[in-house]
Every structure is written in structure tokens, then in C-alpha cells.
């Protein structure tokens, strides 16, 4: 039985892969934590995220909880999942990271404490985005010219980051798809007299909005014609079943760096 320690466990997402968990085979809640001084520190899991049955205690750190498991499963913000993985890796933990909005500087940095620790980190672990990143890379392929290309991803009012993680990732399958450097051609903004469009722009779009979970849709934009696809998240616990599923895969891998893919087989 493969034991799974949960980060943010207050949190939308903490709350749901708890709960996917709970009806999972072969992989179960250890441990549970929270930041010091949240509401659900002290509280039993069932009090915080209704699962009355369990009666586990939420810790207020990783420190406290880390010996519980060999798994964590971390959905809370950049800096925060950085600090538990500089934790997790020496200790032999491995690690599915959820959180979006990571700067440059601590990607790489996760990607080099990846060489000694087991860590899947995708933006989206939904099956529908995954296939929507190969999707959109492979029509991106077959549309390289006379075709333009905007995304436009749409989140509740909560939501931090921007543009979404997932909406990053499309940008950055199709411009490597179209061999274009997302740094010169991604355009995030337009107000004024901008001039016309350029060809190998990609435009990336942002929507911040009531409850709304999360939607992105990819344009491709030609004469005459345009090919959009679209993946709506209905609630949360697509994401928190992937999350679940990349704990039970990553056990078994030798140390690297995974993303969502690499679980589901789709590379
Ligand atoms: N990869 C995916 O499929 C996917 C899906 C949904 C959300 N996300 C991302 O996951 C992240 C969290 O999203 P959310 O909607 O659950 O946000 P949220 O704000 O509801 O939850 C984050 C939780 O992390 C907790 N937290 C903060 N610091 C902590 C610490 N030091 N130790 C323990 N817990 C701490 C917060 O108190 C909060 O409860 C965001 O980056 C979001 O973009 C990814
Ligand atoms: O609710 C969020 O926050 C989400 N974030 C992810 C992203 O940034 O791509 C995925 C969907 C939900």
C-alpha cells in the first residue's frame, strides 16, 4: 500500500484529492498538512473536508508529517512547493507538484533536485489536457502557415497566476511545434493601435471570472475557416484523480523529472 502525504490540504484541490483518495486501491492518506495558523491545522481530516470516518489529524508542516509517507502530493503556491521539495528529496520522498505560476529560476531548480528525487509536475493532470497538448501540437504541425494560432483560458476569480499554467504549456507545444521562440512571438496583451497582426505571433489570453474551473481553448485561425479545440473542466476532480494516479505511478520510477505524460503514456 503506497502511503501519500497531502500539502494544502485546506485548500480547493487539497480538499478533493482527499477525497479521491479515499476511494483509490492500492495508494492511502498517511499524513495531511497545512501552513501554520490555517483554520484546518488541528482539525481532524473528516472535520475539514468532510470525510467524517477520518479521524487523522492535519499537521501544520511537512516537517512534522514527512516520515509518514513516501509520496507527497503538493497543490499550493510556487515558492511553497519549492521549500517542501528541498525537503522531500533528501529525505527520499517523491513528489507530484500540482502548482502552476513557477518562475523560470525555480523550475530549473526543481528540475536539478530532480536528479536525486522522483518528482511528476504538471500544470494540468487532467486525461483531456494531456491529449489536448499532443493534439495541439500535432495540428500545429499540419497548420504552419496561413493559420493563426490564440489561446484563450478562462479561471474563476481566485485563481493567482497568469496566464494559466496550462495555457503556458499549449504556447509552449505549438511554438515548438511551428519551431518559433515563445520569448519573441507570444503576445499577452493588446489595447491601442497595435497594427496589424503578425504571422508568427501566438496570442495568449486571459479570463478571470466568477467560479468558472478552468476552460481553455485553442484557436487556429485561417481564411475562410478556423479549427478551434476546446477542454472545459466541469469541477475539480479530474484533476485530483490524475493527481492520485501520478502518486501511484511515480513510486516506481527511477529519480527524474515526469510531467503528466509521461504517467498516462502519451509521449
Ligand atoms: N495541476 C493541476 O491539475 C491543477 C489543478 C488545479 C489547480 N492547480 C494549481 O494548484 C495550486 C493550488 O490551487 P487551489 O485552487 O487548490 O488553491 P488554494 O488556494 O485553494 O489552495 C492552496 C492551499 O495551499 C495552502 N498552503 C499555502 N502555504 C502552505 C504551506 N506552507 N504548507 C501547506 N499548505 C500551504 C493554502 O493555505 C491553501 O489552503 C495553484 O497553483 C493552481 O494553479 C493545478
Ligand atoms: O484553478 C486553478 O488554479 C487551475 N490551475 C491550473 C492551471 O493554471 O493551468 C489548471 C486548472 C485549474
Known amino acids: 500500500m503506497i502511503k501519500a502525504i497531502v500539502g494544502g490540504a485546506g485548500g480547493r484541490m487539497g480538499g478533493r484529492i482527499i477525497h479521491m483518495l479515499a476511494g483509490a486501491e492500492g495508494i ?8 501554520p495558523g490555517h483554520p484546518a491545522v488541528g482539525q481532524t ?3 475539514a473536508v468532510g470525510l467524517p470516518d477520518n479521524k487523522l489529524k492535519i499537521a501544520g508542516s511537512l516537517a512534522e508529517v514527512l516520515p509518514e509517507g513516501e509520496v507527497i502530493i503538493d497543490f499550493t503556491h510556487p515558492e511553497v512547493s519549492l521549500k517542501h521539495l528541498r525537503q522531500a528529496a533528501p529525505a527520499g520522498k517523491a513528489m507530484v507538484i500540482g502548482t502552476t505560476g513557477f518562475s523560470a529560476a525555480q523550475l530549473e531548480e526543481i528540475r536539478n533536485l530532480s536528479k536525486s528525487a522522483r518528482v511528476v509536475l504538471a500544470p494540468n493532470m487532467s486525461v483531456g489536457v494531456n491529449l489536448m497538448f ?8 499540419v497548420l504552419s502557415s496561413g493559420y493563426d494560432v490564440e489561446i484563450v483560458e478562462a479561471h474563476h476569480r481566485l485563481k493567482k497566476d497568469a496566464p494559466s499554467g496550462t495555457a503556458m504549456k499549449l504556447a509552449q507545444v505549438i511554438a515548438a511545434a511551428l519551431e518559433r521562440d515563445l520569448d519573441k512571438v507570444g503576445v499577452y496583451e493588446r489595447k491601442g493601435m497595435i497594427g496589424q497582426r503578425t504571422d508568427a505571433e501566438i496570442g495568449i489570453q486571459t479570463v478571470r471570472a466568477g467560479d468558472i474551473v478552468g476552460e481553455h481553448t ?3 485561425g485561417g481564411i475562410g475557416e478556423r479549427l478551434e479545440i476546446i477542454h472545459r473542466a466541469h469541477n475539480r476532480d479530474n484533476f485530483a484523480r490524475g493527481a492520485v494516479r501520478a502518486a501511484q505511478w511515480i513510486v ?3 529519480f527524474g ?8 503514456g502519451l509521449k
Not at 499532443?134 to 504541425?141: L, S
Not at 523529472?257 to 498516462?264: A, H, S, T, W
Open 257 to 264: 523529472f515526469y510531467d503528466m505524460q509521461d504517467v498516462l
Open 45 to 47: 481530516v473528516g472535520e
Open 218 to 220: 485553442v484557436i487556429f
Open 28 to 35: 492511502v492518506l498517511a499524513a495531511a498538512f497545512e501552513k
Open 134 to 141: 499532443k493534439v495541439a501540437a500535432d495540428i500545429a504541425q
Open 252 to 254: 516506481g520510477q527511477p
